[in-house]
């Protein structure tokens, strides 16, 4: 079946280090996208890529990078730079833009700053 | 700036009828999409309106009004399995799409 893989799905991290939260998918999707998930709030866009080899940034990318090399893959890392870190962690594909298709999301990370 | 309001949680009761609220202000429109969540889960997509009107799919359907930026989610015969965040999203004069926080919806028996 086809889908979304995210991993981890539980990540706790130390200050001051960097993590890489993983995201697969096999749909045959152009586009793809983080979003970043806090209590009471919307769901916001740190990066997002409509093709290999090319992303841009969203409304809260500072602190993130992230790398398209293949169209399957999307990795986004968690810099030490990002000062509040702890949320849940959204990966998402559509076949063109997000808002003219239908999003597909994995299953989300959930990371934790001890 | 662009904002889209939805209650925060609303209770209802299992077979009841229940319609969560979805207002927006945005720079262009180009549709609006409900999306469902259970927690600690993933958002699944539900309904799609671009045009006025009310858009029917089984026991969920959704109303569109353009003029008053206006949207409602309407659940009927509720059952357990519907407590969740139901995600109101409005696509904008750029495709981007900007996300309301949810409304937590609870079933009670």
């Known amino acids: 079946d086809g889908g979304i893989t995210q991993s981890p799905k539980y990540l706790f991290r130390k200050e001051g280090q960097n993590v890489t939260l993983s995201c697969e998918q096999n749909?045959?999707?152009?586009?793809m996208y983080w979003y970043r998930q806090d209590p009471g709030q919307g769901l916001r866009l740190i990066y997002y890529?409509?093709?290999?080899?090319?992303?841009q940034k969203g409304d809260i990318a500072e602190g993130y990078s992230v790398s398209r090399e293949k169209k399957e893959s999307f990795p986004l890392t968690v810099t030490s730079a990002q000062k509040n870190p702890t949320a849940f962690y959204l990966c998402?594909?559509?076949?063109?833009?997000?808002?003219?298709?239908?999003?597909?999301f994995g299953a989300g990370s959930r990371l934790t700053v001890l | 700036g662009q904002n889209i309001d939805q209650p925060t949680e609303m209770t209802a009761t299992e077979g009841a009828i229940v319609q969560i609220n979805c207002t927006y202000q945005?720079?262009?429109?180009?549709?609006l999409f409900w999306y469902q969540q259970h927690a600690g889960e993933a958002p699944t997509f539900l309904s799609y309106n671009v045009l006025d009107g009310l858009e029917e799919k089984g026991r969920f359907s959704s109303f569109l009004s353009r003029s008053k930026g206006y949207s409602y989610l309407l659940l009927k015969e509720l059952q357990m399995k519907d407590s969740a965040s139901y995600l109101c999203?409005?696509?904008?004069?750029?495709?981007?799409?900007?996300w309301g926080a949810g409304t937590k919806l609870i079933i009670k028996p």
């Open positions: 945005t720079s262009g429109f180009n549709g």
């Open positions: 998402a594909s559509s076949a063109g833009l997000s808002g003219a298709n239908v999003l597909t």
């Open positions: 999203a409005v696509s904008d004069s750029n495709y981007q799409l900007i």
């Open positions: 749909l045959n999707h152009d586009a």
């Open positions: 890529s409509q093709i290999v080899n090319d992303f």
